[in-house]
C-alpha cells in the first residue's frame, strides 16, 4: 500500500503562488497515474489535475488550466502541483491521489489512494 504526505500549504495573497507537494512512501508509486484534488468548505471534492505514471500526459481543469502545473519527480516519490495567479476561488483543502497501474482520470472514483490533505487559503 502506499501512503501519500501533502505538503506546502498555506496562507497567500491572490495572485500569489504555492508549490504543493505530494511524498509517496510504501511502495514505488512510479507505474501509477496521480491526482491533485480540492475541496472548499460546504462544497464537493472535484478535480484539479492529474498526471500519467511517466509524466508525459497531463489534464487540468478548466478553472486551473494556464496557473497551475503538476508534475512528477518518480526518483524521489513525489508529485507536485505549482499554483501560479491564485484566487480567493483557489481556497480549498488540496488532496494528492494515487491510480495503480491505471491512466489518468479526472474522476475521483478510481483513485485507490488519496492522502489527508494540505489547507490553501488565498486571501483577497
Known amino acids: 500500500q502506499v501512503q501519500l504526505v501533502e505538503s506546502g500549504g498555506g496562507l497567500v495573497q491572490a495572485g500569489g503562488s504555492l508549490r504543493l507537494s505530494c511524498l509517496a512512501s510504501?511502495?514505488?508509486?512510479?507505474?501509477?497515474?496521480m491526482g491533485w484534488f480540492r475541496q472548499a468548505p460546504g462544497k464537493e471534492r472535484e478535480f484539479v489535475a492529474t498526471?500519467?505514471?511517466?509524466?508525459?500526459?497531463?489534464y487540468y481543469a478548466d478553472s486551473v488550466k494556464g496557473r497551475f502545473t503538476i508534475s512528477r519527480d518518480n526518483a524521489k516519490n513525489t508529485v507536485y502541483l505549482q499554483m501560479n495567479s491564485l484566487e480567493p476561488e483557489d481556497t480549498a483543502v488540496y488532496y494528492c491521489?494515487?491510480?495503480?497501474?491505471?491512466?489518468?482520470?479526472?474522476?475521483?472514483?478510481?483513485?485507490?489512494?488519496w492522502g489527508q490533505g494540505t489547507q490553501v487559503v488565498v486571501s483577497s
Open positions: 510504501g511502495r514505488t508509486f512510479s507505474s501509477d497515474a
Open positions: 498526471v500519467s505514471w511517466s509524466g508525459s500526459s497531463t
Open positions: 491521489a494515487g491510480r495503480k497501474g491505471g491512466r489518468p482520470t479526472v474522476v475521483a472514483g478510481p483513485y485507490d489512494y
